[in-house]
């Protein structure tokens, strides 16, 4: 549509139609009522104007005219409100099988880490029709990841994650922007999202020479000492983290949350947050000790722990044991 009406951006994920229907749809929903309106000023502007020799005359309401209009506008709005949340919830709601990605936003640039190892910046390279899981956050102050040709916009936080996902459509190079200010050279601060035929993706992908990202986390996990305590093949001082990801923990306090990326991060650089129940809180603070690479190496690290070992990440899941005889009292990661 751009090509004869070139007041959209390209149009390249499977979102971006459903965006710029609603779009659509506001303004002529908008532009209806504003034509009703005028017309209505004017018409009885006009009818009802001062004539010399006739006196006005009271003219008492009619509370069902004012119902009518008041409700049917109402309803107008509210598929405003439906059809947008509707599009909302896909855009929070990343498929299950999502390819994931890191990304790391720091003034002025953006680090993108992908599974497999590869590290761009300011370069976001992906296939067509797959879909595409961002796990987003930032070294320094708030960013804001937005890609117009997707539709897609979230901002990029320090200390937590936050996540997008969308599935790219169409091969070619879309530009990214940050869209939240962020400093002096907050407008250099864009980059491209390269979308490429799935073949020539996969091509490019061999070039990588890094390890995978969760064998970095093995690596961080072994150095810093984290396998110590938790083991992955009995219960040690800290919780065993096999299989762990995405499901319910039982806390200390009684409550129960949800074993996702940002719990992991917590644990990691606040770990007496969230007590694990049966565990204590022994474990000290990696705030200020991991970098943001080693946590999202990390994260992919005990991420993997609880997927089906496949010939990529088989190996991964044996941990050098500590010492038998632990005690079993420990706390959260
Ligand atoms: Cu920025």
Redo the contacts with the bound molecule.
């Keep these: 549509m751009s090509k004869y009406l070139p007041l959209w951006p390209d149009s390249a994920s499977t979102m971006s139609g459903q965006v710029d229907a609603l779009y659509i749809y506001l303004l002529l929903v908008a532009g209806v009522m504003t034509t009703l309106i005028f017309i209505a000023v004017t018409v009885l502007a006009i009818k009802y104007r001062r004539k010399p020799g006739v006196e006005a005359h009271q003219i008492e309401g009619s509370t069902i005219l004012e119902i009518t209009w008041s409700i049917i506008p109402f309803g107008i709005m509210l598929t405003f409100f439906i059809w947008g949340a509707v599009i909302y919830f896909q855009e929070r709601t990343p498929p299950a099988d999502s390819t994931e990605v890191y990304v790391v936003?720091k003034?002025?640039m953006w680090k993108i880490e992908h599974m497999e190892g590869q590290r761009e910046i300011n370069e976001l390279h992906v296939p067509t029709g797959q879909d595409v899981k961002l796990i987003m956050t930032s070294q320094d102050?708030?960013?804001?990841f937005f890609v117009p040709a997707f539709r897609i916009k979230q901002d990029?936080l320090p200390g937590r994650y936050t996540t997008l996902w969308f599935k790219a459509t169409k091969p070619g190079v879309y530009h990214l922007f940050?869209a939240?200010?962020?400093?002096t050279m907050?407008s250099g601060?864009g980059g491209s999202i390269v979308v490429m035929e799935p073949q020539e993706y996969a091509q490019w992908m061999a070039g990588s020479s890094s390890p995978p990202l969760q064998e970095t986390g093995q690596q961080v996990f072994s150095s810093l000492g984290c396998s110590t305590c938790h083991r992955t093949d009995v219960q040690g001082r800290g919780p065993n983290l096999t299989g762990i990801y995405n499901k319910p923990v039982l806390l200390e306090d009684g409550r129960t949350v949800v074993a996702d990326e940002n719990y992991v991060r917590e644990s990691i650089l606040n770990p007496t947050a969230k007590i694990v129940s049966g565990f204590k809180p022994v474990m000290p603070t990696f705030q200020g000790i991991v970098s943001e690479e080693q946590l999202n190496a990390l994260v992919a690290y005990v991420k993997s722990l609880s997927q089906p070992p496949s010939p990529g990440t088989a190996g991964l899941q044996g941990q050098p044991s500590a010492p038998p005889g632990q005690p079993t009292n420990a706390q959260v990661q």
Excluded at 141 to 144: A, F, G, K, L, N
Aim: glycine share 6%; with cysteine.
């Design positions: 936003a003034q002025w102050v708030i960013h804001s990029v940050c939240e200010y962020c400093g907050h601060m």
